[in-house]
Every structure is written in structure tokens, then in C-alpha cells.
């Protein structure tokens, strides 16, 4: 896994600055409120959007359905009929969608895959989640803990991630909480913790927020004074069915 900083920006949470991930949490509180009482303004009227989705999915293809549609825009899903990385190139395929669409949401395997149809499309590009990283969860995760956090704001808030602490959304977290000062900690076991790559670059971060980052293999520490606690499943889309009696003891 590769975690240089890019030159293709905002495809991963370490792209955005704290100010960038604040104004999107606020724009998306005023968009959820603007819902709720029937008044939400239609930024994307007339616009299209291609939904290319590698692998499955429910609620990352859902909310960004919905999203598009409650912002006026139209969607095209794409899934096992493209051609992207088979017939076509990455970089035909964006070239060709960037032509058609105003914006292009990826979710499957390759971070380089969504770094290249950003770079060649000329079009917006969203990374709905790839192997490495899963910016929008993290995202709606922070949206979630602001509105249940009692008024607080991030940097007064504690998260345990209870799981496997090197897959996407882990990864996600850490990077998101570093920036935002959030109290996080990671209960994982042997084996399952953050590249010690990833932590180096979140430590100048949470040195600049506030942040604290516990990495445990200890659950009954990690969850202590917790105001949330999050995991995920504990063997990935794409890992053999033989890993989960390992996961499980």
C-alpha cells in the first residue's frame, strides 16, 4: 500500500485539510436539515453523474443515488457491463465519460483506478471506496457523531474502532480523526493493526489538531470513556471465505 501524498488531490481524507472536511460536514448538516423540512436547494439540476461500481454495494450506491437525485441530477449505474480495465483502458474510459458526464463516482478495487479517471476525465470524481481508503464512510461517520455528540465538537469526542485495523474504513478513520483531533483508538488484534507507514503520517497530524491515537490490542482499553464505538466486517469484499474462522478465534 502506498501512502505518499498524491498529486492528484481530494480522492482520500489525507488530500483535505481540517477547514475542507469542517465546511463539508457543515454544508452537509445544512443539507440534511434543508431535506428534512422540504426545502433542500437543487445545486445539480440538469447535471449527470456515471456511478461506476466495481464491487457490490448498498448503502454507498443508495445514498449516492439519492443524493443526485435530491440535488436534481441524473445517474447512470455501471457495474459488471463496463469494459474499464478489460477492452478499454482506465484512462480511455474516463476520457470517454468525462465527455458525457458532469461527474464520475468510483467504487472498487484500485486507488490508482480512481486517481486516473480523475486525472483524465476533467470531470469531478468521488472515490466511493477502493481497497486503501473510504472517504465518504468516514465522512458520514463524522456527520453522525456531530449530530449524537451532544453539541460537541470532534475534537472533544472519543471513537473506538473495534476490528480489523488495516482495512479501508480503519484507515479512513485514522486519517480523519488525526486531522480533526478526535480521541481515537484502535482495538485490533496481532497482526490486524495500521501499516506503520500510515501512523507516521497521522502523527504530525494529530500533533497539529490535538488528537489522540491509541493503537491496542486491548478492547476493554480501547472502548474506556467512549462516546462511540464503530466496527466493520471482518473479512473484506475480495478476501477468501476461508479467513473468517481465523478472523472469528
Known amino acids: 500500500m502506498d501512502f505518499r501524498l498524491p498529486n492528484q488531490p481530494f480522492l482520500k481524507l489525507l488530500d483535505f485539510t481540517a477547514e ?13 436539515q434543508a431535506r428534512k423540512s422540504g426545502n433542500e436547494p437543487r445545486f445539480l439540476q440538469g447535471r449527470n ?3 461506476i461500481f466495481e464491487k457490490a454495494s448498498t448503502r454507498t450506491r443508495c445514498a449516492f443515488e439519492v443524493a443526485s437525485f435530491d440535488q436534481g441530477a441524473n445517474v447512470t449505474y455501471i457495474s459488471g457491463g463496463s469494459q474499464m480495465g478489460s477492452k478499454e483502458s482506465v484512462k480511455d474510459t474516463a476520457r470517454v465519460l468525462g465527455r458525457m458526464y458532469d461527474g464520475i ?34 465522512l458520514a ?7 449524537h455528540g451532544k453539541g460537541r465538537p470532534l ?12 482495512n479501508n474504513v480503519a484507515n ?4 480523519g480523526c488525526a486531522k480533526m483531533g478526535v480521541d481515537f483508538r484502535i482495538a485490533a488484534p496481532k497482526g490486524y493493526t495500521p501499516a506503520p507507514e500510515l501512523l507516521n503520517l497521522c502523527e504530525p497530524l494529530a500533533e497539529k489538531s490535538g488528537a489522540r491515537i491509541t493503537v491496542t490490542q486491548s478492547a476493554e482499553e480501547a472502548v ?3 462516546d462511540f464505538i464503530y466496527t466493520d466486517v471482518w473479512v473484506s469484499m475480495g478476501e477468501p471465505v476461508e479467513a473468517w474462522d481465523e478472523r472469528v478465534r
Open 105 to 138: 463516482e468510483f467504487r472498487g478495487h484500485s486507488q490508482q483506478h480512481v486517481e486516473e479517471l480523475a486525472k483524465y476525465s476533467g470531470v469531478p470524481v468521488w472515490n466511493g471506496l477502493t481497497d486503501d481508503w473510504h472517504p465518504t464512510q468516514v
Open 49 to 51: 453523474i456515471a456511478l
Open 224 to 226: 474506556s470513556e467512549c
Open 141 to 147: 461517520d463524522f456527520l453522525t457523531m456531530l449530530e
Open 155 to 166: 475534537s472533544e469526542l472519543k471513537l473506538c474502532y473495534a476490528g480489523d485495523g488495516r
Open 20 to 32: 475542507d472536511i469542517a465546511s463539508l460536514l457543515d454544508l452537509s448538516l445544512q443539507l440534511k
Open 172 to 175: 479512513s478513520l485514522l486519517v
